[in-house]
């Protein structure tokens, strides 16, 4: 039974004639995507002595961004962070998720993502791994590993935060591909691997009993290979932001969201089209229930994205600002018009070391001499945690932020309906003297008065989207469930394609759970393809 038979969006299972066939193949195991959770799977199917067939529509293996939830693993200990209570962080993300993503899924994850990062970083060479976010790192060095937000703000204290944010993130600089490429040189060199680049899978195939027994992909130069995999076949092709047709079903809020992806195919066209969901649901597989979650953080402007006040265009506040990039990028999304301006004053030097240290917060002050001294990296404060006075002027020289010796001035400048906009901030002031936000309920030692020039004014519009997170009912085996509820023999997914881990809104209580759960669950998928073909 198809879930979604007749919807536009999903289409039609290709249907291939066997004369059509240019090539065989058989494995023990078929990966399809090239992915973070991909290159997971494959490398761990090679180290287990399995025949592995990577297939992978783009021209090489695929990664972005860099930050990866680490928990328990060698590099937490060494920071002094491995000291976690792991049932809590997963409430904390079921909460954040309205209890609708699979608790199994997530607890089997914080389990395994130490000592799986652990394994990521093994056998590679020329790895440095830094003990502070400011640290520079050694001369001639490829790739690094550094700490998010380490020093913390002294005080912070997260039992007191209203959403929680639990420092467990390590940062691959200055990319992750390089580690993610050297991985899956590490696979090809057991001898167990066979790729395919530039080279699209089409379809699953079945066998009488139900049971996925391989795929049929097509070439770039047109040839079609069917291959066969006697353990089974994983999906790790990533999500679908990229197909307008399935985000307007499934997202319809983020239509209009900019978006950026970095991976394109042979046809120089976005990689993250839902070819695994679509493949998936033609061979009979159910997609989550749970509403799907946009990763969409926003990271504020120099200031950071949190505490400062917000004011619609309408010139009102609107919401308490003591809230992480994901869930105030959400309430940006909801005005009318998607914009707000987040507006500081002249003693900013004094509110940032109070700020919550979460995805797209700024804590700390660095004088200009010491950015000049080569004591922390130049652009740093852009990146995380930290400013200085050098990039304050320079966001006001590059027009993205807006100065003005006067709050009146300041305001003229934003086109904010004066009046309205001036008494909002004119109550919001009443409410720091006080000490006690009765409007919104922010905590008092965030209210951050607007009294002292010169003022700022930074607009917010929505944030950047990054993937469209929702995928096939899956659980903590890395199976795909069918709409009657029944496990489909053969078939696994990783990565943004497996359902059940996120719903709702992408949480940022544990930064770097996307890559996490992307490489736990690739490891996972072989694990269980080869246990189960016993």
Same mark, same amino acid.
Not at 54 to 76: I, P, W, Y
């Given at each position: @039974?198809?879930?979604?038979?007749?919807?536009? $969006?999903?289409?039609?299972? +290709?249907?291939?004639?066997?004369?059509?066939?240019?090539?065989?193949?058989?494995?023990?195991?078929?990966?399809?995507?090239?992915?973070?959770?991909?290159?997971?799977?494959?490398r761990?199917?090679?180290?287990?002595?399995?025949?592995?067939l990577?297939?992978?529509?783009?021209?090489?293996?695929?990664?972005?961004?860099?930050?990866?939830?680490?928990? &328990?693993?060698?590099?937490?200990k060494?920071?002094?962070?491995?000291d976690?209570?792991?049932?809590?962080i997963?409430?904390?993300?079921?909460?954040? @998720?309205?209890?609708?993503?699979?608790?199994?899924?997530?607890?089997?994850?914080?389990?395994?993502?130490?000592?799986?990062? !652990?394994?990521?970083?093994?056998?590679l060479?020329d790895i440095?791994?830094?003990?502070?976010?400011?640290?520079?790192?050694?001369?001639?060095?490829?790739?690094?590993?550094?700490?998010?937000?380490?020093?913390? +703000?002294?005080?912070?204290?997260?039992?007191?935060?209203?959403?929680?944010?639990?420092?467990?993130?390590?940062?691959?600089?200055?990319s992750?591909?390089?580690?993610?490429?050297?991985?899956?040189?590490?696979?090809?060199?057991?001898?167990?691997v066979?790729?395919?680049?530039?080279?699209?899978?089409?379809?699953?195939?079945?066998?009488?009993?139900?049971?996925?027994?391989?795929?049929?992909?097509?070439t770039?130069?047109?040839?079609?290979?069917?291959?066969?995999?006697?353990?089974?076949?994983?999906l790790? #092709?990533?999500? *679908?932001?990229?197909d307008?047709a399935?985000?307007?079903r499934?997202?319809?809020?983020?239509?209009?969201?900019p978006?950026?992806?970095?991976?394109? !195919?042979? &046809?120089?066209?976005?990689?993250?089209?839902?070819?695994?969901?679509?493949?998936?649901? $033609?061979?009979?597989?159910?997609?989550?229930?749970?509403?799907?979650?946009?990763?969409?953080?926003?990271?504020?402007?120099?200031?950071?994205?949190?505490?400062?006040?917000?004011?619609?265009?309408?010139?009102?506040?609107?919401?308490?600002? &003591?809230?992480?990039?994901?869930?105030?990028?959400?309430?940006i999304?909801?005005?009318?018009d998607?914009?707000?301006w987040?507006?500081?004053d002249?003693?900013?030097?004094?509110?940032?070391?109070?700020?919550? +240290?979460?995805h797209?917060?700024?804590?700390?002050?660095?004088?200009?001499?010491?950015?000049?001294s080569? #004591?922390?990296?130049?652009?740093?404060?852009?990146?995380?945690?930290?400013?200085?006075?050098?990039?304050?002027?320079?966001?006001?020289?590059?027009?993205?932020?807006?100065?003005?010796?006067?709050?009146?001035?300041?305001?003229?400048?934003?086109?904010?309906?004066?009046?309205?906009?001036?008494?909002?901030?004119?109550?919001?002031?009443?409410?720091?003297?006080?000490?006690?936000? #009765?409007? *919104?309920?922010?905590?008092k030692?965030?209210?951050?008065?607007?009294?002292?020039?010169?003022f *700022?004014?930074?607009?917010?519009?929505?944030?950047?989207?990054?993937a469209?997170?929702?995928?096939?009912?899956?659980?903590?085996?890395?199976?795909?469930?069918?709409?009657?509820?029944?496990?489909?023999?053969?078939?696994?997914?990783?990565?943004?394609?497996?359902?059940?881990?996120?719903?709702v809104?992408y949480?940022?209580?544990?930064?770097?759970?996307s890559?996490?759960?992307?490489l736990?669950?690739?490891?996972?998928?072989?694990?269980?393809?080869?246990?189960?073909?016993?």
């Open positions: @039974m198809n879930q979604y038979k007749g919807e536009a $969006w999903l289409g039609e299972e +290709p249907r291939i004639r066997e004369e059509t066939i240019t090539e065989t193949v058989s494995a023990d195991i078929i990966v399809v995507g090239g992915g973070l959770a991909g290159v997971a799977a494959v761990q199917a090679a180290e287990m002595g399995q025949k592995v990577l297939f992978e529509k783009c021209r090489c293996v695929q990664a972005r961004s860099g930050d990866f939830a680490v928990m &328990d693993s060698k590099v937490a060494r920071w002094g962070r491995d976690l209570n792991k049932t809590e997963v409430n904390n993300l079921m909460h954040d @998720m309205a209890y609708k993503a699979s608790q199994n899924i997530l607890k089997r994850w914080s389990e395994e993502a130490g000592k799986a990062f !652990d394994w990521y970083l093994e056998g060479e440095a791994v830094l003990d502070r976010t400011d640290q520079v790192p050694p001369k001639g060095v490829k790739c690094y590993v550094q700490p998010r937000r380490l020093p913390l +703000p002294e005080g912070f204290d997260n039992a007191r935060e209203n959403f929680k944010c639990y420092q467990v993130t390590a940062w691959i600089r200055p992750h591909i390089a580690l993610c490429r050297g991985n899956f040189e590490l696979a090809e060199k057991t001898g167990y066979t790729s395919f680049f530039n080279t699209r899978v089409k379809k699953l195939l079945k066998n009488g009993d139900g049971r996925v027994k391989g795929v049929i992909a097509g770039r130069e047109g040839g079609l290979i069917k291959a066969y995999a006697s353990k089974g076949v994983i790790a #092709t990533g999500d *679908y932001m990229s307008e399935m985000l307007r499934f997202l319809p809020g983020m239509m209009e969201t978006k950026q992806w970095t991976s394109y !195919d042979m &046809d120089r066209q976005p990689s993250n089209t839902g070819d695994g969901h679509k493949m998936a649901l $033609w061979a009979g597989a159910k997609l989550q229930d749970s509403p799907h979650a946009p990763c969409a953080h926003h990271m504020g402007s120099v200031f950071g994205v949190a505490d400062f006040l917000l004011l619609n265009t309408r010139g009102k506040r609107f919401v308490n600002e &003591d809230a992480p990039g994901q869930q105030l990028g959400s309430q999304e909801n005005l009318p998607k914009t707000a987040q507006i500081v002249g003693n900013w030097r004094s509110y940032i070391p109070k700020e919550y +240290p979460n797209g917060s700024v804590c700390f002050v660095r004088e200009d001499e010491e950015l000049e080569g #004591t922390v990296y130049d652009k740093l404060c852009f990146i995380d945690n930290y400013i200085a006075p050098k990039y304050v002027r320079k966001a006001v020289e590059d027009g993205v932020l807006l100065e003005a010796e006067t709050l009146e001035e300041l305001i003229v400048k934003t086109g904010l309906p004066a009046d309205t906009a001036l008494a909002s901030v004119e109550q919001y002031n009443r409410l720091c003297e006080k000490g006690e936000d #009765t409007d *919104y309920g922010k905590r030692d965030r209210l951050f008065a607007v009294k002292q020039g010169p *700022y004014a930074a607009k917010f519009t929505p944030a950047v989207m990054i469209a997170m929702g995928g096939i009912q899956s659980d903590e085996e890395a199976h795909c469930y069918d709409t009657e509820g029944a496990i489909i023999p053969g078939l696994y997914v990783a990565g943004n394609v497996q359902g059940n881990r996120v719903a809104d949480p940022l209580t544990v930064p770097g759970l890559h996490s759960l992307a736990v669950y690739g490891r996972i998928a072989v694990e269980s393809a080869v246990r189960e073909s016993r």
